[in-house]
């Protein structure tokens, strides 16, 4: 009976020690393997970061064994031996912490939308840290408008119980944007690169647009690829093509400098001085010139062509008179030169000169009928001679007299009416075109000099009055500038 009595007490202490053994076993925190932790360089975590994933930590307490305090200030990952203490209950773990350097700066492209900017990005080396270490981060500086435009700003960021600072960049690497657009132009006519783009974008404006290369050829008929290049104030560009349709030209060439030529008897000819030929554009071109029905060693008048065809095959002719006269126009020149010593001085003004040389012509030719026209000189020599000529003579001592003064002047003929009549128009010290008629008129008080457009009608309708026809000085004004009223 004994050995059974002194069998319960053993039973009942081996019972009590394996329930004592089954408590400290499951001790929260005891037996729990600690997390792994990022931290910021130069700043020592706490050691229960390194539990703070697990329920009951409160009842367990943490030191930090290694590594020591001067590993917190450098980067890198390091092994951490934590002490882990529950009541009297104590025992050491192996976890890892990722020493993290914080960015100088981080650089994203204008335009990006501040909420995928994530705080991770400011710490060098937070791509090695594994997804289940603790590693809360998050930006403290309200980003909304900084990626609008380039610039810089301060930002704060926060890891895990300690903050830095760092600076956001925002720059701009990326191109315009722009949808080329195709165009089609008359030939000839100027076109800016501008015209073959719309839906222009781009951050950093302003952005230039220009050819790339030489540009388009508007000169040359038909179809011809164009490229435009874009770049914006920070140096990004682009390059967009599109189709330029240049349409054929149509406009005739002109011929400038064309107009009778006298020539005196057996002299040489040089029929392309002063003459000069332009397609529609201003541009010089070439021309031809038909003097084959000439003869230069007999008196008469002769016709010769002048032609001139562009690129497109337009082309213009014009003929003019020549007429081989047997008076020599540097003689008749010399002979003018002395009716203007006489009449003109040098503080005169233009206007000054046309009224002196006015008064010498009517004053000192007289008018007699039946005259051949041929050319001014011809007919200005009559005049400087034998004084006297029909209204041609008029006409040419005055256009001779006021050219070599240097007065703009031109030729005006009649339009209409029984018979002919010619004058001149003058435009002295750039007044505008006046009519300028030194032709001896019945109708003594009408002063012919410098007359405008309105006192030109009133004389038609007084010289009318006066029976000395209807239309005298009628025209056709599109042959002729604007003259004042």
């Not at 910021?40 to 703070?52: D, K, V």
């Not at 002109?254 to 000819?269: E, F, H, K, N, W």
């Not at 001085?345 to 026209?373: K, L, P």
């Not at 004058?423 to 008129?441: E, S, V």
């Amino acid at each position: 009976m004994r050995k059974k009595l002194l069998a319960i007490p053993i039973i009942l202490m081996v019972v009590v020690v394996a329930a004592v053994g089954i408590y400290f076993m499951t001790i929260p925190g005891i037996y729990i393997s600690p997390n792994s932790v990022a931290v910021l360089s130069g700043h020592q975590p706490s050691p229960e970061n390194f539990i703070a994933f697990y329920r009951d930590n409160d009842y367990i307490t943490a030191e930090i064994l290694s590594p020591p305090y001067s590993a917190w200030h450098q980067s890198g990952d390091f092994e951490v031996i934590l002490e882990l203490s529950y009541g009297r209950r104590t025992v050491q773990k192996d976890t890892v912490a990722y020493v993290l350097v914080p960015n100088t700066y981080i650089e994203v492209e204008v335009g990006t939308p501040v909420d995928s900017i994530h705080p991770r990005a400011f710490l060098r080396g937070a791509d090695a840290v594994p997804g289940n270490a603790l590693f809360e981060t998050q930006i403290i500086t309200p980003l909304t408008g900084f990626t609008d435009a380039t610039g810089q700003h301060t930002v704060e960021i926060y890891l895990n119980d300690a903050s830095f600072f760092s600076t956001l960049r925002i720059i701009d690497t990326t191109p315009p944007t722009a949808t080329p657009v195709n165009a089609t132009v008359p030939m000839g006519t100027d076109i800016l690169a501008s015209s073959f783009i719309t839906d222009l974008f781009d951050h950093s404006l302003p952005v230039t647009v220009q050819f790339a290369g030489d540009g388009p050829d508007v000169f040359l008929a038909g179809e011809q690829a164009v490229d435009m290049l874009l770049t914006d104030r920070y140096g990004n560009s682009a390059i967009y093509t599109a189709v330029l349709t240049v349409l054929p030209n149509t406009m005739p060439p002109r011929i400038i400098g064309a107009r009778d030529i006298q020539l005196v008897l057996d002299s040489s000819a040089m029929f392309r001085l002063g003459v000069s030929a332009y397609d529609a554009f201003g541009r010089p071109i070439d021309f031809t010139v038909d003097s084959s029905g000439v003869d230069v060693d007999t008196l008469g008048v002769y016709y010769l062509t002048y032609r001139a065809e562009d690129c497109c095959g337009n082309y213009t002719e014009i003929t003019v008179r020549i007429y081989v006269v047997d008076v020599d126009p540097e003689e008749v020149q010399a002979r003018a030169a002395v009716v203007l010593d006489r009449i003109l001085r040098d503080d005169m003004t233009q206007v000054d000169q046309a009224r002196a040389i006015f008064n010498w012509v009517t004053a000192n030719v007289g008018y007699a009928a039946g005259f051949e026209h041929r050319t001014v000189y011809e007919s200005a020599n009559q005049a400087l001679v034998h004084r006297r000529g029909d209204c041609f003579v008029f006409y040419a001592i005055s256009e001779l007299l006021l050219t070599m003064a240097g007065i703009p002047n031109m030729r005006i003929d009649r339009y209409g009416g029984n018979n002919r009549h010619v004058w001149n128009l003058i435009n002295p010290d750039d007044l505008g075109w006046h009519h300028f008629d030194t032709t001896p008129l019945i109708v003594r008080q009408l002063d012919r000099f410098m007359f405008t457009q309105s006192q030109a009608e009133a004389f038609t309708r007084i010289i009318h009055a006066e029976g000395q026809g209807r239309d005298y000085f009628t025209f056709n004004p599109e042959l002729y500038p604007e003259i004042v009223r």
